[in-house]
């Protein structure tokens, strides 16, 4: 048997409590050719310089046409999200959507969810009343953010569990080595994004018959100055906010949780110091990312990088964690650093696909922290490693169980 590659390695799952000591062996070959032809580039100054390189596409169509996820593209009957499409169509549709979710259109959607925000959260901590064991995940990490991104779509949240099943379908595909990660779901990509994109095309009609407050009703009715999204658009551009819009959100969260808990007195500060929470979230977002690499990008020219050619048509996978953790650019980087400065993390992406939905999960994150652990008395971990979801891309805990001795109300 030939030994297992340093990305093969970080795929499996054997490696997803911890891969950081794998990232760190990978950043001494910062570009790294896998034995299928693929590249893996894990410094920050390279990463950075990649991701607002136009050479570098957003887009698998532009892969060898035998390519699993350029085969999965090329059948989706439905058009590509603007997040996997380059410019000029990437910057057409995202200026579109962009319109309703914040600056310039509504300049103050974010900040005026804050109350509705805090008081989702409450409700969910008040339902912990009377237990001595949660689950961070299932009982308060999912149903945070997907309450959030259904109220702010319009979408029914007694849909959760259909869409649960799709999202989890479309977020398994971004795993490049799915085998060795252990995915083994109940439907397959194809069939995920046909059903989800039927039940979207269905919601979409009901709500251009009788529009609401939501946003979809707004991305329905909107006439900017570049027009309207065609029906197909709207059918992907709502499906991608759904699943963006909370699954790594789940992941931040749970992994905050599970960070604080690890490092009392970082909690007793927060405790003490509810500030904290916003340089605190900008740590997790470093030290312990809910993407951990970037799964989908192509060159579409050579690239010479750091005196490696990578040919065109490779796939280059851009491993965020590993560049959030560079000691070139972070000092003490595996250190976690609750009030870091100069915190330019990879945590969010970089360039023109810079995570579209980063000013609110910034701010559930910290909204949720602060309230979580103003009001559970004395909360510790049951599991330390806990079970972790099987995918690489999406790295957080699948549970994380933990014993509280109440709640303050």
């Not at 891969?19 to 894990?42: F, H, I, M, N, Q």
């Not at 991305?219 to 991608?240: A, F, H, K, R, Y």
């Not at 990879?346 to 579209?356: A, D, E, N, P, T």
Request: aromatic share 6%; net charge negative.
């Amino acid at each position: 048997m030939t030994e297992a590659s340093l990305f093969q390695q970080i795929n499996d799952y054997a490696n997803r409590a911890n891969p950081y000591p794998l990232y760190a062996e990978l950043r001494k070959t910062p570009v790294l050719r896998e034995p299928d032809g693929s590249y893996l580039v894990s410094s920050y100054r390279l990463i950075t310089a990649l991701l607002h390189d136009p050479r570098l596409s957003s887009d698998v169509r532009k892969r060898s046409p035998e390519d699993p996820k350029a085969k999965t593209a090329l059948a989706n009957p439905y058009p590509v999200p603007f997040l996997r499409l380059d410019p000029p169509d990437h910057d057409r549709l995202r200026r579109m959507v962009s319109r309703q979710f914040g600056p310039p259109h509504t300049p103050d959607m974010i900040d005026n969810m804050k109350g509705e925000l805090v008081q989702i959260v409450n409700g969910l901590i008040d339902g912990f009343e009377g237990k001595t064991r949660i689950d961070i995940v299932d009982d308060f990490a999912y149903p945070f953010p997907v309450t959030v991104i259904c109220k702010l779509l319009g979408v029914p949240q007694e849909d959760e569990a259909r869409f649960h099943v799709w999202a989890e379908a479309i977020v398994a595909s971004l795993d490049p080595q799915p085998k060795a990660s252990g995915h083994d779901g109940p439907m397959n990509v194809q069939e995920a994004l046909k059903e989800i994109g039927q039940y979207m095309s269905e919601l979409i009609d009901a709500r251009r018959k009788q529009p609401g407050e939501d946003m979809l009703s707004r991305l329905i009715n909107d006439d900017g100055p570049e027009g309207q999204l065609t029906p197909m658009d709207l059918v992907t551009t709502s499906v991608l906010l759904l699943i963006a819009g909370h699954e790594t959100t789940v992941n931040l969260l749970t992994n905050g949780v599970l960070t604080l808990l690890r490092y009392p007195d970082v909690l007793e500060r927060l405790r003490k110091e509810p500030e904290l929470a916003v340089s605190l979230v900008e740590e997790l977002l470093r030290y312990e990312p809910p993407v951990q690499f970037n799964s989908q990008r192509t060159a579409i020219a050579d690239i010479t990088v750091d005196g490696v050619t990578i040919p065109k048509g490779s796939p280059v996978y851009l491993m965020l964690a590993a560049g959030s953790r560079d000691p070139e650019r972070f000092p003490d980087p595996e250190r976690f650093v609750p009030d870091r400065e100069d915190n330019q993390h990879l945590g969010f992406g970089s360039g023109i696909h810079y995570c579209f939905g980063a000013p609110l999960a910034r701010l559930e994150v910290q909204i949720a922290l602060n309230i979580l652990f103003g009001r559970v008395i004395n909360p510790r971990l049951v599991l330390d490693p806990p079970p972790y979801r099987q995918n690489a891309v999406l790295r957080g805990p699948r549970h994380l169980p933990i014993d509280i001795d109440g709640v303050k109300t």
